[in-house]
Nanobody
């Protein structure tokens, strides 16, 4: 089992920055990829960014050049640095992890960007 706890969400103005954090605990040795997804009201959950155990990264087209995913292995934490935020980035952001067999999810953190 893997437990994920997100933090760092909030209410900001368009053009601002936020950094989300996701702390992992439990069977973290089994994790081979982690990432962030988001879900806006009335929309499906979508992948925002992901990072593998070999530090390969992947981003949604809508956030490329603005968001950066990174990790600190010593702290078992994954970060999502979000710059130049737009109102359309407003959503609940969920951290997720995969060990190849199961997907684990955090409880989500709200990000609201006002225009």
């Amino acid at each position: 089992q893997v437990q994920l706890v997100e933090s760092g969400g909030g209410l900001v103005q368009a053009g601002s920055s936020l950094r989300l954090s996701c702390a992992a605990s439990g069977s973290i040795f089994s994790i081979n990829a982690m990432g962030w997804c988001r879900q806006a009201p009335g929309k499906q959950r979508e992948l925002v960014a992901a990072i593998t155990s070999s530090d390969s990264t992947n981003y949604a087209d809508s956030v490329k050049g603005r968001f950066t995913i990174s990790r600190d292995n010593a702290k078992n934490t994954v970060y999502l640095q979000m710059n130049s935020l737009k109102p359309e980035d407003t959503a609940v952001y969920y951290c997720n992890a995969s060990d190849g067999l199961f997907h684990y999810w955090g409880q989500g953190t709200q990000v609201t960007v006002s225009s």
